[in-house]
């Protein structure tokens, strides 16, 4: 009764910590103290447990090998985004899909999948290509709704296409192996973006006037233009050039994770290198790179403290029992797995309105993974169901936070655009997402096959 009792009271705690504004580490860490109090009586050696566990937890956490990956391949796209690659990519996909109908939106979301690689941020995928894409698909007619509705849900493929920093975020907190993380999400990525690319074909069929066919922006020649034959040949070239590149990378990077050549923090380190080599290729000064390194910096070390934070709070779940508590509840509850599961999907919904991607994942991944695997899934198939869950929630209304993100990244193009279009044109996005859902928890092997392959 003890530990049910200090569960509800840890968990309400967190919770409403998190819901009146407190930092998510804050939070972590005052939760964390009082499970060791709630254990060890509240006196004063709780006072020098806290100290200790503290102490130790971020020695490990900060002189662990792994916990480097998130900084590299963050300094890998930051490298690669400053050097102009991505929109060479986006422009060339644009115009090598001309004769597909809406192929401003394709050319978005596979201008996405790859982006996905440089950042591995779907937050920052979504306010990229709000300012690549959507200018775009403006003058030619689109609507507004659909084409940021199309941003907005493509980039959740952001966290699904390694290398993700939520993938490696959960690999570190289920002690799970990221390659393999990283080779699950190949095949869910693909199949998400493929299904994302059929519902705009879709669309272009049924509905044309939503991808601007038929009206005069489309209508309108844009080969008028003059020198067009030497800007095309120039921008085939720099398409090229920046398509190579990116491929490199992809190869250079996953393969060797893959192949065991290195581990993923080695091969987050040659990610980066190459990176800067195509930075400093396209163009980037000594002041850019000075400017990247210092923004990663900045970027990251929340992020690692989050995770110390988190080390700590799984500790003190396994000191206080609670982790055991809420198992015992799921697993005594006489829900079938799917009833299990689908609570969980319901639970991070509801967090991602409120909360971001990484602080959903330190709140529940410690305690949802060991369930999952007690009724039966594969954990890399439940880490690959968890990531797509936590992003779907991020489109989820009222407070989706890809939607606010998007309204933010063009306010000055459209200072009058509201979020409701917004929220109503990614809803088919979210659908989707939760039809791959439900096709990786009834056949796992969409999921496990790559990994069970190369490892």
Known sequence: ????????????????????????????????????????????????????MLAATAYEAIRAYV??????????????????????????????????????????IAGNALFSFVTGVSIASAAAFSR??????????????????????SSCLGMLIPPSVLMIVWGILTEQSIGRIFA?????????????VLYVVGMAILRPATVGIGTSAEETPSINKPNVADEDEVTNIQFLISLTGIIVVIVAVLGGIWFGIFTPTEGAAAGALIGLVMGIIKG???????????????????????????????RTLAMTGLANAIEGVFLNSGMEPWMIISVMVLIWFALGMVVDSISIMLLTAAIFAPIAVQIGYDPI????????????????????LLVYTVKSSIHEIEPDMSVVPIFKSSTPYWIIMLICMILIINFQEIATYLPNRLF
């Open 1 to 52: 009764m003890f530990e049910v009792n200090t569960a509800v009271l840890l968990i309400v705690s967190l919770v409403g910590l998190v819901a009146i504004g407190v930092h998510i580490a804050i939070a972590l860490g005052m939760t964390s103290a009082l499970g060791i109090f709630l254990v060890t009586g509240a006196d004063s050696y709780a006072f020098s447990t806290v100290q200790r």
């Open 284 to 314: 980037m000064r000594f002041r850019d790179i000075i400017d990247s390194i210092l923004l990663v910096g900045r970027t990251s070390a929340p992020i690692l403290l989050l995770l110390i934070a988190a080390s700590l709070y799984s």
């Open 381 to 400: 198939a439940f880490a690959i169901i968890g990531i797509i869950a936590i992003e779907a929630g991020l489109l989820t209304p009222p407070f989706g």
């Open 184 to 196: 699950a999400g190949i095949f869910p990525g693909l199949l998400l973006a493929s299904l994302f």
């Open 132 to 153: 690549i894409a959507y200018p775009e698909m403006k003058r030619f007619g689109y609507h507004k709704g659909f084409a940021l509705g199309t941003v907005a849900g």
């Open 67 to 108: 916990f480097a990956v998130i900084p590299l391949f963050m300094l890998m796209g930051e490298f690669i985004g400053k050097s102009g690659i991505v929109t060479d990519v986006y422009r060339g996909l644009n115009r090598l899909l001309r004769r597909l109908p809406g192929r401003l939106a394709i050319a978005t």
